[in-house]
């Protein structure tokens, strides 16, 4: 158990809506991180926010997007869903921006598009 | 991840040690990970090394750092068949934001 909580831990949407993923990090975590793994791939990086600002993106495009709250959770919205958005979600907290044994996975969300 | 390398799949038998091989590409990686994934779960960090250390020893896991040919290896020692799972390996950079993974190795153990 790493104290990262992540829901809905599996969703359906239909291509072209939109939807919300939400993460509870560990507490005393000010950083949250996010991540898209496709099938077969490792974990890519989506983006990062510290204390409610983003601070750091990866390569996907601006309907991917996220918030973070004072009390450091997060969510991660993807507008006009693609089939190739169809993916794992992780979620990773830290304390900063987290180095040696500081990042904390959570579960995921197994998000479908059809 | 295209910075970081892996081979797809090992089998080993029960008992054997399992030796699991990453390469990467940025000479400026601080820390450098181990995480363990088994099916529709999570990421689990299982050790990680810093990048001025040739080896790190943990139980039955070791992780062999080479800095010079950019190459990284956890051994398994006396592997059973709960660490049938995938493997990825991932590096941090400093002023980068975000880890960078390997695509996985999948470690499958025969009883």
């Known amino acids: 158990e790493t104290g990262v909580t992540q829901s809905p831990t599996h969703l359906i949407k239909t291509r072209g809506q939109q939807v919300t993923l939400r993460c509870s990090s560990q507490?005393?975590?000010?950083?949250v991180s996010w991540y898209q793994q496709a099938l077969g791939q490792g974990p890519q990086f989506i983006f990062q926010?510290?204390?409610?600002?983003?601070?750091g993106r990866g390569n996907f495009p601006p309907r991917f997007s996220g918030l973070q709250f004072p009390n450091y959770s997060s969510e991660l919205n993807v507008n006009a869903l693609e089939l190739d958005d169809s993916a794992l979600y992780l979620c990773?907290?830290?304390?900063?921006?987290?180095?040696?044994?500081?990042?904390?996975f959570g579960e995921g969300s197994w998000l479908t598009v059809v | 991840g295209e910075d970081v390398e892996q081979s797809l799949f090992l089998s080993v038998r029960e008992g054997d040690s399992s030796v699991i091989n990453c390469t990467y590409t940025?000479?400026?990686?601080?820390?450098l990970y181990w995480y363990k994934q088994e099916p529709g779960a999570g990421l689990q960090l299982l050790t990680y090394?810093?990048?001025?250390?040739d080896m790190k020893q943990d139980q039955r896991l070791t992780v062999l750092l080479n800095k010079k040919d950019k190459h990284l290896s956890l051994r398994i020692a006396d592997t059973q068949t709960g660490d049938s799972a995938i493997y990825f390996c991932a590096e941090s950079i400093p002023g980068r934001r975000a880890l960078t993974f390997g695509s996985g190795t999948r470690l499958q153990v025969q009883p």
């Open positions: 926010y510290y204390r409610e600002e983003e601070n």
């Open positions: 090394i810093f990048s001025n250390m």
């Open positions: 990773a907290s830290s304390l900063e921006t987290g180095f040696g044994n500081t990042i904390y």
């Open positions: 940025d000479s400026s990686s601080t820390y």
């Open positions: 507490s005393g975590h000010n950083t």
